[in-house]
């Protein structure tokens, strides 16, 4: 059965109200629930999808996947207690949505507390868990201290009135982080809720926030949990006025006359009532009956990746967006757990495809913040978690016309190279679509500034590194990674001589710099695919990519900013400089979110403890 696309219009996603605005301490604070509910996810006629989304928990009708836009200022602290609301109305806790892996290594509260001080014995549950949700959220780009980053392991349940005995109501690093919380900011974590600071200390930048739960985050991202913070002001941004305007007012929620649109793509498939649908095993991925064996390495659920058959941009599928024959800056999210885009504006949307664009992109910015000149590009490739911030200029293209925004990326893993080419693009029917957009006559003039006179702020180099690390990425058949599947995908380190040492989620830090420390991790992909790889609390440079046998080659222009999520491509090394300048204990991991979730995701630590 087809979806019939481009019926509903483009949600633009309101403004997240706040609690409160302190001028005196310059907090403003949210709380910012987790909700079960019904949203007309495909066109109007169809069946409403059950979905999960963040809100505000004083106005009930914010709650939307994806969430309400949070609106943040550099230098004012952002203050939000995150509740976890996956309740009934009674009280009692709601089940998973999606199929859950208990045999992966994941937040697991049954046997959660068998992994705090990474206890050997892997106690999986046999069965499908249908157990109360564990959460928790990151701020994806944000450089935030430690016990408000989201770490993987430091999850809470609702507050469930029919807990089961002997769940752990929260992973271990709840508590710590909670301890150290309470004693800076007097901030009170209890099972159900915890509260984050995000210092805003960074350039003006599009950031996003979705949950990170071990194991679990591809399917409770899956589910809709992921929204956009979007970092203004200070002295990395470039004014009012001066980009397509007006931006989000706090407390609109109109969303409809806005000429800067946060836009996150997604591919979701559903089934036939309407009902989100994730594979719940792997014979669905590669022909894999079983048996089901809990306590082998062969777990029964997760798939190495998902490629899902229909495209949802904000929240509907296939929408269309009236514009006017003006600028748009469009800020481009890849929110998709492992598709690669390659994104178009065409005229027409399926075979024959005209061979060049109707539009360009102008990109502006990317993962952290402006970058130091706009670059002008014909297609738009990004990677799951990758920001792309862009104008598009309408303003020679008469009203009536019709455009399209198209993915020519594939429907499998990406391993570099060319559309039609190297790699069959996206299926043109489904997942080659996108978006439509309709121009309309203007209504007021554009005093927004022309691309090729618009004026970025600089961005300062990092300076020397002190060292080099070697990391590597592995993809390994391993019955000895304690939960991970048979073809488990590792992050690691290349010892002095070069040979790789594969280490999953549990292994001992490798990656600790110093506080201050300025290094280049060079990335050796020793798997087939490109792999999106992401470092939390910093935004690092790309230094250069380098094939086997080959010179390095610098960054693309559109890499020229500051990034928190690069694409290492196989059979090459990536390079990137970061800065550490912030104490405590994270992440760096690939954003496919399958493979996060089966151990490429590492800890490190900046400074010691
Ligand atoms: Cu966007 Cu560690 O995640």
């Not at 109501?169 to 309470?182: D, L, M």
């Not at 121009?439 to 702020?457: F, G, I, N, Y």
């Not at 470092?535 to 094939?547: A, G, K, L, S």
């Not at 010179?551 to 694409?567: A, L, M, N, Q, Y």
């Amino acid at each position: 059965e087809t979806i019939e696309k481009y019926v509903a219009e483009l949600v633009i996603p309101p403004v997240m109200p706040r609690d409160r605005r302190d001028s005196g301490t310059g907090l403003d604070s949210y709380t910012v629930g987790v909700r079960q509910f019904r949203q007309q996810v495909l066109p109007p006629g169809r069946p409403a999808t059950t979905v999960w989304g963040y809100g505000s928990t004083r106005h009930p009708e914010t709650f939307s996947y994806p969430a309400f836009t949070m609106e943040a200022e550099v230098g004012r602290t952002t203050r939000v207690k995150w509740v976890n609301q996956l309740l009934d109305a009674r009280g009692h806790y709601l089940p998973h949505l999606l199929p859950v892996d208990s045999t992966l290594h994941w937040a697991n509260p049954p046997g959660g507390v068998a992994w705090r001080d990474s206890s050997p014995t892997f106690t999986s549950t046999p069965g499908p868990y249908e157990g109360p949700v564990p959460i928790v959220t990151h701020l994806h780009g944000g450089r935030n201290a430690e016990e408000s980053d989201g770490y993987a392991e430091a999850w809470y349940l609702p507050d469930a009135r029919d807990l089961p005995a002997g769940y752990a109501r929260t992973g271990s690093f709840y508590e710590v982080f909670g301890r150290k919380s309470a004693e800076l900011f007097g901030a009170k974590w209890r099972p159900g809720d915890a509260v984050f600071h995000y210092d805003n200390r960074g350039r003006a930048s599009t950031l996003w926030f979705h949950d990170h739960a071990l194991g679990i985050t591809r399917l409770n991202v899956y589910a809709g949990l992921a929204g956009f913070y979007l970092l203004r002001g200070g002295p990395a941004d470039v004014g009012e006025g001066v980009l397509p305007a007006p931006a989000p007012k706090r407390g609109d929620r109109t969303g409809m006359t806005y000429y800067e649109i946060p836009v996150v793509i997604q591919d979701r498939s559903f089934n036939t009532d309407g009902s989100l649908f994730y594979p719940a095993s792997r014979a669905f991925f590669d022909g894999f009956t079983g048996p089901y064996a809990p306590e082998s390495d062969m777990a029964p659920i997760w798939n190495p990746e998902f490629f899902a058959n229909a495209m949802v941009t904000n929240g509907r599928t296939w929408p269309v967006l009236s514009v006017e024959p003006r600028r748009y800056r469009f800020r481009f999210l890849n929110g998709c757990n492992a598709r690669f885009l390659i994104l178009k504006i065409v005229t027409a949307p399926s075979a024959p495809r005209p061979a060049t664009p109707a539009l360009p992109f102008w990109q502006i910015g990317s993962d952290g913040g402006f970058l130091p000149t706009p670059v002008q590009r014909e297609q738009l490739l990004t990677a799951p978690a990758e920001r792309a911030d862009v104008i598009v200029d309408f303003t020679s293209v008469p009203a009536g016309t019709e455009l399209y925004l198209i993915n020519e990326g594939p429907d499998t893993a990406f391993r570099g190279g060319v559309a039609g080419t190297d790699f069959p693009p996206a299926n043109a029917k489904t997942t080659g679509q996108v978006m439509k957009f309709v121009v309309k006559p203007l209504t007021a003039p554009d005093r927004s500034t022309p691309v090729s006179q618009l004026v970025l702020p600089p961005c300062e180099p990092l300076g020397a590194a002190s060292r080099t690390r070697r990391l590597c990425l592995n993809e390994v058949n391993s019955a000895s990674v304690r939960g991970a599947g048979p073809r488990a995908v590792l992050l690691g380190v290349l010892d002095s001589s070069g040979k790789p040492m594969p280490l999953g989620w549990g292994d001992p830090i490798t990656e600790d710099p110093a506080l201050g420390a300025t290094e280049v991790w060079e990335i050796h992909n020793l798997t087939k695919d490109g792999h999106p790889i992401h470092i939390h609390e910093v935004q690092f440079q790309v230094v250069d990519r380098q094939r086997e046998g080959q010179t390095p080659r610098p960054p693309e222009p559109w890499e020229r900013g500051f990034k928190d999520t690069v694409v290492a491509y196989p059979n090459a090394i990536t390079r990137v400089k970061v800065r550490f300048d912030q104490p405590g204990r994270y992440m760096w991991h690939c954003h496919m979110l399958e493979h996060e979730d089966n151990e490429m995701m590492r800890p490190f630590r900046v400074g010691l403890s």
